[in-house]
Every structure is written in structure tokens, then in C-alpha cells.
């Protein structure tokens, strides 16, 4: 058994793109070896920022050979048919059989294929796979018409130790690879993948992504322990750093104390996000002035270097940042908000200053809903939450948007809940974002994407398939969430209906609101399968009408996913269908509705009876119980229904020959299906 070894050596790939780009290499070519028939055992996909390789172990020598037997014409068919078949197949008709079949005498053709050598078919399967790599962004060099994400320099492809000439545009395949670009850049042959990695670590490449990031992590944790602080873990920062070096070398550099008394969200923005810096922090939770780089050199001189290089950028960056933190404070936000009408928050939606009307309008409304919630402070948290989007440092670091007006509110001198309402009302962001629970805080952020979803489905801007560019999802999501884990009592129809009507009575109002609803009972479904919840339960609590109280639907669904797991539930739901069924059929048949009262008089059989008695006491008893909310007692009581609806289907004819008695006892039918829908739409319920 054979090993194939692949290196494909450009330009620096995009850190973001080399895991997948990793992904799509490795599938492509196993895919085209398994479409070939050419078995292996076992593959290895490393990536570095200069070079994609691929092991691929236990591969044979040749494709198997193939033997199949082909059916041609009858025997006796005509001979420019037979002569098509014999050419068709490469056989003459001496090679053929004659066999009796069912519909007569047939030719049969044996086909011979023998395999082709391995290193044949990998060179087609290679050339495809760099065709059709699906790059998110790629380039041309030079003259040349072939696309990758940067320039291709080499490609090195073994199989057996032997080259296969695979070749993409200009570059076709060696035995030849090269080190680190500044450490090692010599180039050098190798025979196997053995000798591949043991000589690039000797040239000062980590070929293992995951071995780079686990020295990056450690040497990071030792470096901030010497000076006793504590290296804060950025995963997302780690995944991207390692796709920037071949040979990590973690270093420390210092941040001016000037620069200090800037706001921690705006430091650490500069270091991690701008500069790919690590940060690190004090005994005491405090960030320290000091970061962690990786370089991409080793020796003692290129470090300090490359130190004083990043500290010198970093200055300049915090420079900036400090004067536009200097200069903002020395304006309140009440003073920027004229600006908002210089700002299009979109072009059929009206500007900023526009949308702040009605995030206030929407918070005042929203307080009424919202437990200890002062009406007066959340109005003026919605008036003054966008003003930081027109400050010096929110324009130069506009993911710190709601952060930095925090801290100018608290500058201005406004109530800290007003302050704290700007910082977290764009949350919450994501399924793992923090939720706001302070009253004033919830009603803003409840306000903010309330007002988004209901703008944007007036303009008939929703969500289709996979496209969403308004996030409007997340936005649905959020509402979810800030309902349900601060438990409001929010009905959903009337604050959509309100946030629409503050828009112009031009644009589809009523539209919207039915829309919006529907929009959420799916959000709702998928919010809620994520924690084991059957949307089909979901799907017939939510059918009730005007059920759209968050709070008390879930309570219901919970006590409904209770009572249909029950066996009493479960009978009593095939009760339900049965009837159902039946009413479907005649009434269609009889093209009318059997929805009206059960003449009593008319009640001839006990069991009939019974069962009419069971409903008017059940529903006695049981509605109280759900205008109380006490689900789980109001469905105890339905239970009780199982043994006279089961009693019903055994003893009763429903088509008796008699119309009047038919009529009644699909009457009665209905009255099954009327009070079952108290608890929740039967019909969507899955068995």
C-alpha cells in the first residue's frame, strides 16, 4: 500500500479561510478517490498561513479491475443493431453469449476493464479538486488565468515517493518544499511524509495547527504569569493568530500609563481586535498594562524588535483613542442628537433622529408591561440611546456602539439606570449574549427590536431562506428572550400593532402585524426546540386565538407536553382524531358545519349520554382553571373525558339511519373537538 503526499505552497492564505479551506481540500480529493474506487486508510489535513497539505495513507498500486456483463439486442435483431451493441462494447460477436430469456434470445457482452495506475488517476483527481477549491475570495497573478486565493508558488505531490506531475497553471508538481520564510527559507526535497514533517520542524514550521495553538496558549499563560497577571482567554483571537504564524513565538509589550484611564472596552478593542493582541489582567480583575503579541521570529534581538514595533503602534492607535475620548466628553449626548437628522437608518424607514421618536413612544408603551420599570427613565434612556453613534470614538471603534454612551451618560450625569439602558440595548445580540434584566434596561432593548422588526416587515423587507440582512431573526430571538427569562407579560399582538402604527398609514399596517405573528411562532419553535421543546405543541397553543402571550403559552405547552406523554393524554388524542376524522368526512359530504348544541332529547343511548354529561362537567370545572392559568389542573380534568369518549366509539353508531339522531351525535362529535381546542389545537399535534 501506497502514501500519497500533497502540499499545495502560495502566497499567505487569509487566516479566517485556512480550516476551511483545509475542509474542502480534503473532501474533494477523498471524494475523487472513493468515485474511483481507490480505497485508503487513513488521511491527515494540516494547514499552515503558506501551505495546505494533505496525507493520505494505504492506498493501492492500481484501480481494480472491472468486469460486467452487458445485456445487447435479441439474437435475430438487425445487424446494424447488433454492430452498434459489438462496437458500443468493444467485443465481436464470437465474444458474445447467446442466452434464452423469458422474451427470447438475447446477446450478452462480458466488458473487461482493466484498472489504471494509481498515480494516473490521483494527477486527474488532484487538478480537479485545485479547480474546483471554493475559495470566498481568489485572485489571478501575472498573465495567468487560473484563480487562487494567492499566488500558487509550488505544489509538492508524492505518491509512493514517486512524483505525480499534477500541475495548476504555470506550477506543476515537484519533490521540492521550502522552511520558515525568515528563518528557514531554503528550499529542500523530501521522499515521504516522514521526512516532510521531521524537516520542516527542523526549518522552523508547525505543520499542526493545534500543536500552534497550544504553544501560543501556554507560552501566552507563562509569559503573563512571570509578571503576575493572568492571561484573559480570547478563543476567537486564538483560532485567528494561529493562522497568521508558522512558528509562534509569544512576547510581552507594555501599554503607556497614559493611555490607562481610557475606558477598558476601548483598550482592549485596540489590542484585540485592531492590533491581534492578547490581554492580560491584575490580581485584582483590572487590566493590566501590558499585552501579549506573537511573533513570528525567535531570536532574542528580532523579539525585542518586534516589541518595540508593536508598542510604537499600539501608542499611536491609543493616541487617537485617548483624544477622541478627551474630545467627546466635552460634548453631552443631548447635544448630538440634532445630528441624527443628518443620518438614514434606511431610505424607506426615515433617518435616526425619526427612529428615536419611536423607540421613545415604544418605551413609554413597553414601561406599562414592565414590573418596576420608571416610564420617565426609560423614555429618556430611548431618547439619548443612538447619540453615541456620532461620537469621535464610536465612529472610529463603532463596535463599541451603547458602550461608549454609557460612559458618556454617566459623564452628562444622567441616572445610572438611563446610563446602563444605553449599554445594553442592542442586547441581547446572539442565543449566547446576555440578557438584560434591569426594567429600564429591557424596556429600551425591547423598544430597539421591536421597532426594527416592525419597520422592516411595513416595507416587506422580511427574512427569505437563508437570507436575512437585517438579521431580523436575531432581532425575533431577542424579544423571545428578554420576555420569557424576565418573565413579562407582554401581549404580542398589541405591541406590534402598536410599533407599526407609528409608522406613516400609507405603508401595510394590518399586513404586518399578522405577519410579525406568524414570523414568531416559528422563531418561537426554533428558540424553543433548541431546549427539547415539540414544535408541534408549540404550533397548536399558538393556533388558539389571541394566544399571544409568551409566558402563558409556554406555561401551557409545558403542561400540554405533560398531559399528551400521560396514557390518559394519549387516548384521549386518538379520541380526538377519530372524531375529527369523522366530522371531516360528513361534513364536507354534507357541506355544512355540525358545530352547534346537542339536543339533549335526542340522546337515546346511555353511553351518549354520558359522554355529553362528561363534557358539560369537565368544561365546568376545567375553564376556570386555564383563566386561572393553572394548566396542569385544567388538563387533569379533560383526562377525565377518556373513558366516556372511548365508551362512545364502542356502543354508539354515529351514522345511525335515523338524520335527526345522525345529526346530533355528529353534533356531539363536535363538542368532542370544541372542547379540546380550550386546551390547545389538537389538530397540530403529532402522534
Known amino acids: 500500500m501506497a ?8 502566497e499567505e492564505i487569509p487566516a479566517r479561510m485556512q480550516a476551511r479551506a483545509s475542509e474542502d481540500l480534503t473532501k474533494l480529493v477523498t471524494d475523487g478517490l472513493k468515485a474511483a474506487d481507490l480505497a485508503f486508510d487513513n488521511v491527515e489535513a494540516l494547514v499552515t498561513p503558506r501551505r495546505l497539505t494533505l496525507i493520505i495513507d494505504g492506498l493501492p498500486d492500481k484501480q481494480p479491475d472491472l468486469r460486467e456483463e452487458r445485456r445487447g439486442p435479441r439474437a435475430d435483431a438487425p445487424e446494424k443493431a447488433i454492430a452498434g451493441f459489438l462496437a458500443g462494447n468493444g467485443v465481436t460477436l464470437e465474444q458474445c453469449e447467446k442466452r434464452e430469456t423469458p422474451k427470447g434470445v438475447f446477446l450478452f457482452a462480458i466488458v473487461e476493464q482493466k484498472g489504471r495506475d494509481s498515480a494516473d488517476v490521483i494527477k486527474d483527481i488532484i487538478e480537479d479538486a485545485m479547480a474546483k477549491l471554493p475559495w470566498p475570495k481568489s485572485m489571478r497573478w501575472a498573465d495567468q488565468k487560473v484563480r487562487w486565493v494567492r499566488q500558487l508558488d509550488r505544489i509538492l505531490c508524492l505518491f509512493d515517493g514517486k512524483v505525480i506531475p499534477a500541475s495548476f497553471g504555470p506550477v506543476t508538481a515537484g519533490n521540492i518544499t521550502s522552511g520558515h520564510r525568515f528563518l528557514a527559507p531554503a528550499t529542500f526535497s523530501v521522499a515521504n511524509a516522514t521526512e516532510y514533517k521531521a524537516k520542516l520542524a527542523f526549518a522552523k514550521v508547525m505543520l499542526d495547527r493545534e500543536e500552534r495553538k497550544k504553544v501560543i496558549l501556554d507560552g501566552a499563560r507563562k509569559l503573563a504569569a ?14 485567528e493568530v494561529c493562522g497568521l504564524v508558522e512558528w509562534p ?8 500609563d497614559q493611555f490607562m484611564d481610557i475606558p477598558r472596552e476601548v483598550l482592549e ?3 484585540r481586535e485592531h492590533q491581534k493582541y492578547f490581554v492580560v489582567e491584575d490580581s485584582n480583575g483590572k487590566l ?4 501579549i503579541t506573537i511573533s513570528n521570529m525567535v531570536t532574542l534581538d528580532a523579539n525585542a524588535q518586534i516589541i518595540a514595533g508593536n508598542e510604537r503602534v499600539l501608542r499611536a492607535r491609543l493616541h487617537d483613542a485617548k483624544f477622541f475620548w478627551d474630545q467627546d466628553r466635552k460634548v453631552t449626548l443631548e447635544a448630538r442628537l440634532p445630528k441624527l437628522d443628518n443620518i438614514v437608518f434606511h431610505a424607506k424607514l426615515g433617518s435616526l433622529a425619526e427612529r428615536v421618536l419611536r423607540l421613545r413612544g415604544l418605551a413609554r408603551e413597553l414601561s406599562a408591561d414592565i414590573p418596576g420599570c420608571d416610564v420617565k427613565l426609560a423614555d429618556r434612556a430611548a431618547e439619548i440611546a443612538k447619540a453615541d453613534l456620532v461620537s469621535n470614538m464610536v465612529f472610529e471603534f463603532t463596535e463599541l456602539q451603547g458602550l461608549m454612551g454609557k460612559y458618556y451618560a454617566e459623564n452628562d450625569g444622567e441616572a445610572p439606570e438611563v446610563a446602563n439602558a444605553i449599554a445594553q440595548h442592542y442586547a441581547p445580540a446572539g442565543p449566547s449574549d446576555m440578557c438584560p434584566t434591569a426594567p429600564v434596561s429591557v424596556a429600551v432593548a425591547l423598544a430597539e427590536k421591536l421597532d426594527t422588526l416592525a419597520g422592516f416587515f411595513t416595507i416587506d423587507e422580511k427574512p427569505t431562506g437563508s437570507k436575512d440582512p437585517f438579521a431580523l431573526r436575531r432581532a425575533a ?3 423571545i428572550r428578554l420576555v420569557l427569562e424576565n418573565g413579562l407579560r407582554v401581549p404580542l399582538r398589541r405591541a406590534f400593532a402598536f410599533a407599526v402604527s407609528q409608522y406613516p398609514a400609507s405603508i401595510r399596517r394590518d399586513e404586518a402585524v399578522d405577519e410579525l405573528l406568524a414570523f ?25 386565538d389571541g394566544e399571544d402571550d409568551l409566558v402563558r403559552l409556554l406555561a401551557r405547552v409545558d403542561a400540554l407536553a405533560d398531559f399528551v406523554s400521560g396514557e390518559s393524554g394519549v387516548n384521549l388524542m ?3 382524531k377519530r372524531a375529527s376524522n369523522i366530522l371531516r368526512i360528513e361534513e364536507k359530504k354534507d357541506e355544512k358545519s355540525y358545530d352547534a348544541d346537542v339536543s339533549a332529547d335526542l340522546l337515546t343511548q346511555d353511553e351518549e349520554r354520558k359522554l355529553y354529561e362528561a363534557l358539560i362537567n369537565v368544561r365546568h370545572k376545567a375553564l376556570p382553571l386555564l383563566r386561572a392559568e393553572n394548566y396542569a389542573a385544567a388538563m387533569a380534568e379533560f383526562a377525565h373525558l377518556r373513558g366516556p369518549v372511548d365508551a362512545f366509539f364502542e356502543g354508539v353508531t354515529v351514522n345511525s339511519d335515523k338524520a335527526e339522531e345522525r345529526a346530533n351525535r355528529l353534533k356531539l362529535l363536535a363538542q368532542i373537538r370544541t372542547a379540546l381546542h380550550d386546551i390547545a389545537d389538537f389538530s397540530k399535534i403529532e402522534s
Open 3 to 10: 502514501e500519497l503526499l500533497l502540499e499545495l505552497f502560495s
Open 288 to 291: 493590566a498594562a501590558r499585552f
Open 226 to 239: 512571570s509578571e503576575g497577571f493572568t492571561l484573559l482567554e480570547d478563543n476567537g483571537l486564538l483560532e
Open 249 to 256: 513565538v509569544p512576547v510581552m509589550g507594555k501599554v503607556d
Open 520 to 544: 414568531f411562532a416559528d422563531r418561537l419553535k426554533v428558540h424553543l426546540r433548541e431546549q427539547g421543546v415539540r414544535h408541534d405543541l408549540v404550533s397548536a397553543v399558538f393556533a388558539l
Open 477 to 479: 430571538l431577542g424579544v
Open 269 to 271: 478593542t485596540s489590542m
Open 574 to 576: 386518538a379520541g380526538y
